[in-house]
């Protein structure tokens, strides 16, 4: 079953800086939630606080009843976490199957001697989690690239193994960070198929960030709007669209008074 998340009053300051003021909400299992707003409204750090990458002032995040907060980010995967980053992280000299098989690190057993020695067990580990990979690999369409290298792929298809890689962990929470950055429109298309075909197949709970609108309304089912850091609103994306605090936001003031 999908993981509940719940966001409460978390704050993040760098310095004298406000990054995030009191932001809060509830993720429910099963969901494909959004988290939009304009550069710089805070979305990818408030991302940052969830997978552990940064440590917030104040707030509370907890995935079902555990408090992430107090955990380190290495040990968010076996929490029932993964995520994506805008910019896809692959390893250039290494094969799309390789790249994948690195999401199976953080649940295999043993350590570097042991892996070293090519002991039984960690053979056997091995062939089922590549058995695995390739199977995700497929899923998504990729099959046919699991012996060739990123950079014979495209940057959607990067992302593409990006998201195998994430899936390789068996989450129960996914956070995807800007997926459509750089697609294009066809790209596009086919991205807000294939989320909602792993929400559906793993049984898994997305919260997607996005300043896409356009992507956010046709593939989220709830969303918050962050600005300079707050919680602007919360609902659905058609409330978020016509909101007039969210087309400020994104146009501004003056821009949303002559289009008024």
Not at 31 to 36: R, T
Request: proline content about 5%; charged content about 25%.
């Amino acid at each position: 079953m999908g993981a509940q998340l719940t966001v409460q009053g978390v704050n993040l300051h760098f310095g004298g800086v406000t990054v995030l003021e009191d932001v809060g909400f509830t993720v429910e299992p099963g969901q494909i939630f959004g988290l939009v707003g304009p550069n710089g409204a805070g979305k990818t750090s408030l991302f940052n606080c969830i997978s552990g990458h940064y440590r917030p002032s104040s707030g509370s995040v907890r995935l079902d009843d555990t408090e992430l907060l107090s955990k380190p980010s290495w040990r968010m995967s076996r929490l029932g976490l993964a995520r994506t980053f805008q910019h896809a992280a692959l390893q250039l000299h290494e094969t799309v199957l390789e790249n994948v098989m690195l999401g199976a690190q953080p649940h295999l057993r043993g350590g570097p001697l042991e892996w070293s020695l090519r002991l039984p067990f960690t053979r056997k580990a091995e062939q089922l989690e590549r058995a695995r990979a390739l199977e995700l690999l497929d899923r998504l369409d990729l099959g046919w690239a699991a012996h060739r290298t990123p950079d014979e792929l495209s940057h959607g298809l990067h992302k593409g193994v990006e998201l195998c890689r994430a899936l390789l962990l068996q989450p129960r929470l996914l956070l995807l960070d800007e997926p459509a950055a750089g697609l294009p429109h066809a790209e596009v298309d086919r991205l807000i198929e294939l989320v909602r075909g792993i929400r559906d197949d793993f049984d898994v709970t997305i919260v997607v960030v996005e300043h896409h609108m356009g992507l956010i309304s046709a593939l989220t089912e709830h969303v918050v709007v962050l600005d300079h850091g707050r919680k602007l609103m919360e609902g659905t994306p058609a409330e978020a669209q016509s909101d007039p605090r969210v087309i400020e936001a994104y146009i501004g003031k003056e821009a949303a008074d002559d289009a008024a």
